[in-house]
């Protein structure tokens, strides 16, 4: 038995022995997205009669945390997530999980300053290696940052957890950690694989005639980005570069496909870039000890500045509604939050500084809303609705009836390009609020009737 193994030996307690450490009025910072405690979760629910006024910080659990659920008063513990998953949204409903805004790539120097913690740090990891290193695996955003200000350290181990090579900050020795507790060694959360509808196709199309070779692509979760990844892999292009916060399964069929080398990347070559992973078995499979991959913490993958580095970077996001002023919501309906602001200004504002670079944001003209259908182009963002991407920063959006520019475009041209755009149902009804809000000429509707 080595140092290292003895040292483990030393601190593995049990996860109710592990939880003792927070005390009342402590801040509690989880691991993020699949790496979300389980064990630790549920065993500090359990002290829930010992301890209140413990505030419990994560992003996106991808379960429901157990401390919200044990706590419906909320004496005891306040959760609270920078991104809401859909179990984040239904505590939300109940009342119990408070949103954190804030751009992305700030996070860990926040963190790193505030004066109020995290005082506990509950981060899950891959087992120990033989150099006495634990790794954050899939999820590497700002764990490190949550360690370096943390009280107390305690990692739960899940031995099915990919060891992710960075990039930097990817891993915490022995060493700095205080307890050890081994998890329930559960697979991790596999994100279903969602068919693209006949809107999404379209708007894909769109945006891969865009896409040149040697294009640094940054994509997200779901339909839309699975079928651009399948279009591109069915293209005639090469040389094509990852750098992107998410690593998700149309990068792994881009590479099995050959499109993906990295080699005119102008930092990071050869190496596909992200700052945490959501995919399934196979992409966890393939990105244990790859180095063709490289996790890096998010101030470095959402930077600005590193971003706009690379030539041609692309960046695809979704978005909830745009109004005809070019305001995104991407993360709010009205008063309810449905995710962040994540990282999309972040790539919407480095892809446009990138030399060649270009911003896109996607959505379909329209959505149910109970039995209504309504569009997803408006006058104004709906009210207490959450503004993720100014219009001083919007590029490209996109829709299934086209793709429109609005960088540099006034208030009237910018109206006329987004009703152009949205379902023919609505255009006129559109002209007509742009009317009352003084952003429409008789140029504008000669145009739009003529379309």
Known sequence: MNRYQEEY?????????????????????YSHFAMTPRVLDEALARRKDELFDVKIRGVCALHPVKVALADPEQKHFIYNSSFFS?????LQ??????????????????????????????????PMDEKGFFNFSVSCSYERAVCDKARTIIVEVNENAPRCLGGFQESIHISEVDYIVEGNNEPLFEVPNIPPTEVDKKIARLIVEEIEDGSCLQLGIGGLPNTIGKM??????????????????????????????????????????????????????????????????????????????????????????????????????????????GGQFDFTFGAYRSRGGKAFICMSSTKK??????????????????????????QYVVTEYGKVNLKGKSTWQRAELLISIAHPDFREELIKHAEKMKIWTRTNKKLSLAC
């Not at 805004?101 to 740090?121: K, Q």
């Not at 039995?371 to 100014?390: A, F």
């Open 86 to 90: 859909g179990a984040d949204r239904r």
């Open 9 to 29: 030996r030393r601190k593995l307690v049990s996860a109710d022995e592990a939880v003792k450490v927070v005390k009342s009025g402590d801040w509690v910072a």
């Open 232 to 341: 591109l892999a069915e293209s005639d292009l090469k040389d094509l570069g990852v750098h992107s916060e998410m690593m998700c399964n149309a990068f792994l069929d881009l590479y099995e496909a050959g499109k993906i080398t990295g080699a005119r990347k102008n930092i990071d070559r050869f190496k596909m870039v992200y700052t945490f992973a959501l995919g399934d078995a196979r992409l966890y499979e393939f990105l244990h000890n790859n180095p063709a991959c490289a996790i890096y913490p998010v101030d470095y993958t959402n930077d600005i500045n590193i971003i706009a580095r690379n030539d041609k970077q692309i960046a695809i996001n979704n978005a909830i509604e745009i109004d005809l002023y070019g305001q995104v919501c991407s993360e709010s309906v009205g008063v309810r939050q449905i995710s962040g602001t």
């Open 93 to 126: 409903d109940e009342g119990l999980a408070y949103h954190i805004p804030g751009l992305y790539h700030e996070a860990p120097g926040i963190l790193r300053g505030n004066h109020d913690g995290p005082d506990v740090a509950m981060i899950v990891t891959t």
């Open 369 to 394: 809303v109970g039995d209504r259908v309504v569009s997803r182009i408006v006058p104004m963002i709906t009210p207490l609705g959450i503004v993720t991407v100014p219009r001083t920063v919007v």
